[in-house]
């Protein structure tokens, strides 16, 4: 089973976000919280089942972070991603 951790990305496998990534903020037994800076802040996280979620092994630590910094490093993540 895969280890869900707080500051960890991940993208969506299912719903109508699938293939969106999200920095998560909380978790729960069967769900997550995620963010993405911009629609789902710190504020309004989306929750979501973990079976719905894939991890991408990337974390940070979120403690003191904003939504503007969980947009950079989606942006960033999302340009390495692009580049490979």
Not at 35 to 51: A, I, N
Not at 69 to 80: A, F, T, Y
């Amino acid at each position: 089973m895969e280890q869900f951790e707080t500051g960890m990305m991940a993208r969506s496998k299912s719903g109508h976000d699938a293939g969106k990534v999200y920095v998560i903020t909380k978790v729960e037994e069967a769900y997550v919280y995620l963010v993405d800076g911009k629609v789902r802040t710190l504020d309004k996280p989306k929750k979501k089942k973990k079976k719905h979620v894939q991890l991408i092994k990337e974390s940070f630590d979120i403690q003191g972070a904003t939504d503007v910094d969980i947009k950079r490093w989606i942006k960033i993540w999302n340009k390495e991603d692009n580049q490979n």
